[in-house]
């Protein structure tokens, strides 16, 4: 079975800053990770390649330095890492980039499964997963909390939803965005990250994919972002209530009250 | 469909929303989109219409009329009882091309999210996630969506001018309800799945209820959520007791869960649910930046701590310093008093 997992490198939230000129974010220097619901879609590709065999790779698109979330994939056990890097890549949206990754795991080539985390924690869309389903035309199911069988052709899930979960089976391919409780992400060893760094790194550009020029990129992205702006500030005062606990509960049911929040 | 000319781009009209009937019921974030559309309608000169797909759901149309739906168009099969992603987008697919819409609004539900990417996918057609605002640029007439990003640390406006249909998902209760008009009626389309729509489309073996006490944080007016200071299981006994008094649903950090003190579909924050409720209480929760960013758009924060000093307790709009083992318990004896229980 070949599954492909596909990861993004983002900015390590904390240090999320804005330039006070330009109002955008400030890329430059900023510390980068792995995004981490990708680590659960990581580990889940690994124990379903440990029970019916085959191969792990894993995919993302973004600079140079975006090989290092691809080398902690394989230092915890991906067997082979592909790069999307390019200029004629950037300022690919949503669906720009889910049609590269689309034409990235065709020229891979033979995958039955797809795996992504449930979103990104930089955008926060959730939408490059379903994208990539759409794209290949195949079979999708996001927010997975467990995979409960597979077999060559078919993959069982558990699905969650705001009332509970539905099971679902999807024929192969497919194309899977898991959750947090899917799994706990092992902790490479210290000789399989050195391993993994001395493990090399497929490259490619928008020819290699067989890509469309006019598909990919900023040019080719349907959404632009017009605008950026700090978010209105929530609020300048903080009302401090304490005391003797009967006091403190008597003052909050009041404002709360006062505030018509009951 | 590919960049359209101006002249394109006036054949596609009126704004949709897609109702959520999963289950049979409407969900309520079906009449926000809709009070959200009609401001949209008004500025486009256009009409309102409403996609419903689900099972049973006949007798429950009228009330989308009421809550601003010129016309529905309505798909009633067993099929659509659960959802289905390759269904549900087929069949949306079909009537995007057929009705041609200018804009369509969808939930940022768990169905939503899932539902809208796959659509937008097929249709190469932008799509904007989770907006907090939305309207016409009086300048083109082309759809302006601000969503935050970043953890809500950046507000992002976002257009995708060339492309239609122009879409966005909305989270429930960020948009306003609006006042129902009773006995506003419009016309009700009816279509049905075809052989083509049923193609190539997952199989649903069934649904199960949460095992665990239900929590729906998505949809929750007030949450009462806790972190490492509720110290274990009984600790969550007690604000289930208190979110049940107030009306509320239980929502915890992620070191709560990661303790196994509750289970994680109650997950706040980054790698859990991002919500903006009404009132959000945190009970003992410091407030590190992946907790703050999955709920700092919360209308009314309110913070119990004996430490007056963490993230939380400055963020919050009103801040109880104490042990919230002694100020929970007198909030609602409080509470009882006042009621005259």
Redesign the interface.
């Known amino acids: 079975m070949i599954i492909v997992v596909c990861v993004k490198q983002v ?1 390590a ?2 240090d ?1 800053k ?1 330039d006070p000129e330009t ?1 955008r ?1 400030i890329r430059e220097g900023t510390k980068s990770v792995l995004n ?2 990708d680590l659960y879609a990581i580990e889940e590709a690994i124990r379903i390649r440990e029970k019916v065999g085959g191969e792990v790779c894993v995919l993302s698109m973004g600079p140079e330095s975006a090989k290092n979330v691809l080398i902690e994939a394989l230092s915890m056990g991906a067997d082979r890492a592909f790069l999307l890097c390019g200029r004629e890549f950037a300022g690919s ?3 720009a980039t ?1 049609y590269a990754l689309s034409r990235a795991i065709k020229t891979v080539g033979g995958v039955d499964l797809i795996l992504c985390g449930k979103q990104a ?15 290949l ?1 195949l ?5 997975v ?1 467990k995979v409960e069988e597979i077999t060559s052709d078919a993959v ?1 899930v ?14 192969l391919p ?1 194309l899977l965005t898991v ?3 899917i799994n706990e992400p092992r902790v490479p060893t210290l000789k399989d990250a050195r391993k993994a760094r001395a493990a090399e790194i497929t490259v490619w550009g928008s020819g290699d994919i067989g890509a469309d020029p006019d598909l990919i990129g900023l040019n080719a ?11 209105a500030v ?2 300048t ?7 003797e ?2 006091d ?3 003052a ?2 009041g ?3 006062g ?1 018509g ?2 | 469909m590919k960049v359209l000319d101006e002249l394109d781009r006036k054949t596609y009209k009126n704004v949709w929303t897609i109702s959520e009937c999963t ?1 049979g019921a409407v969900h309520p974030v079906s009449y926000e989109l809709l009070g959200a559309a009609r401001k949209l309608a008004a500025e486009r000169g256009c009409e309102v219409w409403t996609i419903a797909l689900g099972h049973g759901i006949g007798a429950r149309l009228e009330s989308l009329f009421a809550y601003g739906a010129d016309k529905i168009i309505a798909v009633d099969d067993e099929r659509l009882r ?2 289905n ?2 269904l549900e ?1 087929h069949i949306l697919e079909r009537l995007v091309k057929k009705y041609r819409p200018e804009i369509i609004l969808c939930a940022a ?3 939503g ?3 809208i ?6 249709i ?7 907006c907090t605002g939305l309207a016409i640029d009086p300048e083109n007439g082309d759809l ?1 969506q601000t969503r ?16 239609r249909p122009q879409m966005a998902t909305v989270r429930p209760r960020v948009m306003p309800m609006p006042e129902p008009e009773v006995g506003r009626m419009g016309e009700i389309i009816r279509e049905t799945v075809t052989p083509e729509d049923a193609l ?11 095992h665990e006490p ?1 929590v ?1 944080l ?2 929750a007016r ?1 949450i009462v959520a806790g972190g490492r200071a509720m110290k274990g299981p009984e600790g969550f006994k007690l604000l289930e007791a208190f979110a049940d008094r ?1 009306g509320g649903a239980v929502g915890a950090s992620r070191a709560a869960v990661d303790n196994g003190w509750i ?3 109650h ?1 706040i924050g ?3 649910t ?1 919500v903006q409720t ?2 959000y209480i945190a009970c003992g929760i410091s407030g590190q ?2 907790h703050l ?1 999955g709920m ?1 758009s919360c209308k ?1 924060i ?1 913070a119990i701590d004996i430490d ?1 000093t963490t993230p939380m ?11 919230l083992f ?2 929970i318990p ?2 609602m ?3 009882d008093e ?1 009621s005259g229980a």
């Open positions: 900015p939230t904390t999320a804005i109002k974010i981490p619901f949206d949503t669906w889910s924690v930089d955008g926060d869309t959730a939408q490059v997963g379903p994208g990539i389903a759409a794209q035309d079979m999708q199911a996001a927010n909390s069982t558990s699905r969650m939803t705001e009332n509970g979960f539905d099971v679902l089976r999807l024929k497919a959750l947090k409780d992205s349907p959404t632009r972002v017009v605008k950026t702006e700090p978010p929530r609020n005062v903080t009302v401090k209530l304490g005391g606990p009967a403190a509960a008597k909050l049911v404002e709360m009250i505030r929040l009951l | 289950g659960v959802f992603d390759e987008c539900t768990s169905r999210r899932a539902l990417p796959r659509l937008a996918g097929r190469r057609s932008g799509l904007t996630a989770d302006l935050p990003a970043f953890g809500g640390n950046i507000m992002a406006t976002i257009r995708s001018g060339e492309y190539n489309v997952k199989e649903i073996l069934g649904t199960i209820g949460r239900t729906n998505t949809d007030i107030i289970a994680y579909p997950q980054q790698t859990g991002t009404d009132v930046i992946q960013i700092q009314t309110i007056d307790m400055k963020l919050a709009d009103i801040a109880v310093k104490g042990d002694e100020i007198a909030v004896k409080e509470l006042r």
